[in-house]
């Protein structure tokens, strides 16, 4: 076994046999609203997860998220991007009588082009050094591997879904806004911004003829600028990357969520649940490698060490 993959399986069970699933359960997540946050999952793994999840939580849409509870956990659906594998997950969605909500990338969608970060150019560049660019930059050195956004890839395949998919799941799934070519907001200028923004709600809207009043932050970067600047084009609500649960008190523009690996198994599922292994994923390297030389110490003297000089 890989030594990464050892270590989760690790975490995992200590983390299960701690207690830390109904110990959050009853604390933290009681009648409030864990969102969760997928990418392209199988439908095998997401239908174990749901029933998982229909032991202990209602599911709600996105639009009910600020709402006050009725005394039991509930649980919103989300997936960013809009990629092609989620029209396999409609029998999953009608099986377990949920109604999710999938961000799209709405230049990307009903087009035949392929997300950017899935195309060899981003991948050789290294994709996350790409989205830390400022937006012209990072479009610069994409279009040195060929890449146009507005235009098919021929070095990769179309990884978005088609307008008969998303006309199909209509009726079983809300359709909602990750800008038009899924860039870093906060490396956007002003101007560039508001157009992602704005355009994109209106291509949704065009695509589903329905409202398109909620967004979800790329790569769950925003800041004040970018809240202001979604109130301004009339969304209702922003959701995060950042860990935790929601109620009637959270702030509708940053909404908070349980981003969960595609590939999880119901184990690793449970354990991301807690919110622990997420909010461990986010801290900052300094402050990981802080925390295991403080342990390491401790654990080898018993007290943590001080500067003689």
């Known amino acids: 076994m890989k030594p990464k993959r050892l270590m989760r399986t690790i975490f995992t069970h200590a983390i299960l046999l701690s207690g830390l699933p109904a110990l959050t359960r009853f604390l933290l997540w009681r009648d409030r609203v864990a969102v969760l ?3 392209d999952p199988d439908p095998a793994t997401l239908d174990s997860h749901l029933a998982y999840l229909k032991q202990y939580c209602d ?9 006050p509870g009725k005394g039991r956990r509930r649980a919103a659906l989300t997936f960013d991007d809009g990629h092609v594998g989620n029209a396999a997950l409609l029998p999953i969605f009608i099986k377990h009588g949920v109604r999710p909500t999938i961000y799209i990338c709405s230049s990307i969608v009903a087009h035949e082009r392929t997300h950017w970060w899935l195309t060899p150019g981003a991948q050789h560049a290294g994709v996350k050094r790409l989205i830390k660019l400022p937006n012209a930059q990072r479009l610069e050195e994409l279009a040195r591997y060929g890449f146009q ?4 890839s021929d070095e990769a395949p179309v990884s978005g879904l088609s307008e008969n998919q998303i006309e199909a799941m209509l009726p079983y799934v809300d359709f909602q806004s990750h800008t038009r070519f899924h860039p870093t907001l906060t490396r956007l200028d002003d101007r560039e911004c508001i157009e992602e923004l704005a355009q994109s709600k209106r291509e949704v809207e065009e695509l589903t003829g329905a409202p398109c009043e909620h967004f979800a932050y790329p790569y769950g970067r925003y800041g004040s600028r970018e809240v202001a600047m979604l109130k301004a084009t009339g969304y209702k609500s922003g959701r995060t990357t950042a860990v935790g649960w929601n109620d009637e008190k959270s702030d509708p523009f940053r909404l908070s969520a349980f981003d969960i690996e595609d590939d999880s198994s119901l184990p690793w599922f449970a354990a991301q649940m807690t919110g622990v292994p997420l909010a461990w994923r986010r801290l900052p390297l ?3 490698k802080s925390i295991l030389i403080r342990t390491f110490h401790f654990a080898r003297i018993g007290k943590p060490q001080t500067n003689a000089g």
């Open 37 to 39: 946050l997928y990418h």
């Open 59 to 67: 599911f709600v849409p996105m639009s009910e998220v600020n709402t």
């Open 149 to 152: 956004q507005n235009a098919r």
């Open 286 to 288: 300094g402050a990981v």
